[in-house]
């Protein structure tokens, strides 16, 4: 039975880390285990888990992208109108 600990993050994903091999995975070559998976620990987590965060961070580089093409073609815009 191989042992596992598992964190719930407040994003409603779960993650299981496995913390030991059993025997019968420890002599496998490819660590495969065919029996139970214990869960020995399990964390409640009071934040998203790393790929939420890592989106999360994504979309706002890309707001604030957006936000500044945005601003620029409105400056471009003024200087054309003013230039005319």
């Known amino acids: ?3 596992f600990e598992e ?3 407040n994003c409603s ?3 299981k880390q ?3 091999y059993c025997h019968f995975a420890r002599t496998d070559p490819f660590h495969q285990c065919f029996g139970v998976q214990v869960t020995k620990n399990t ?3 009071n934040f ?3 790929a939420c965060e890592e989106a999360e961070r994504q979309r706002a580089w890309a707001e604030e992208q957006e936000r500044l093409r ?3 073609w409105a400056e471009e ?3 054309n109108n003013q230039q005319q």
């Open 18 to 20: 496995l913390l030991s």
């Open 77 to 79: 815009q003024a200087r």
């Open 13 to 15: 994903h779960q993650v």
């Open 43 to 45: 964390w409640h987590k």
């Open 1 to 3: 039975m191989c042992d």
């Open 70 to 72: 945005q601003q620029a």
């Open 7 to 9: 964190f719930n993050y």
């Open 48 to 50: 998203p888990c790393p």
